[in-house]
């Protein structure tokens, strides 16, 4: 016959390969809950990196097409001012040197919040005019377009997006 000890022992055995089944278990869901809270924490940096790229982009894209606006300023004044004598330009030189200026320094300001880099640099030192005849200059236009070169290589379109524009 079997004492009542031996049946709390058994019982107790029971209980305990019980609670190693039913721990065994737990640590198993635990380590595939915590597979599925690093394949999520890994998703969410890839969507924050791909966000923040995105964003970057579309900010060169607002830098460069601020940029093209002034060229085409400034373009348009050297074609007005570029038979005009530098010793005595016009009130209206001025009024539209000043016009150019602004959209310089509209640019500049959306190029200062860049951390330094040799794009920015580039541009800011192209835009520093000296005077209104200094504007005429077509080497100025030129140097400001080598800059703004520049800057449409940092605003291309990812290709991922144009992937996803086209379907492939």
Known sequence: MIGAGTITSLTS???????????????EQAKLAVQ?????????????????????????????????????????????YQHGNPATPSAQQYIDAKRVTFLFREAGAMALVF????????LLETVKFSSVTDMAQPMRLK??????????????VDRRVLDVLTGA
């Open 115 to 122: 951390p330094k880099n040799e794009v920015v640099d580039k």
């Open 143 to 156: 140097a400001i377009s080598d800059a703004l070169e520049m800057l449409r290589q940092k605003a291309l």
């Open 13 to 27: 055995l029971a209980v305990s390969i019980a609670s190693a089944f039913i721990a065994k278990s737990a640590l």
């Open 36 to 80: 599925e809270q690093t394949r999520s924490v890994q998703e969410q940096k890839l969507a924050n990196e791909q966000a923040h790229g995105d964003w970057a982009q579309r900010k060169w894209f607002d830098l460069y097409f601020k940029v093209e606006q002034a060229c085409n300023a400034l373009e348009n004044y050297q074609a007005i």
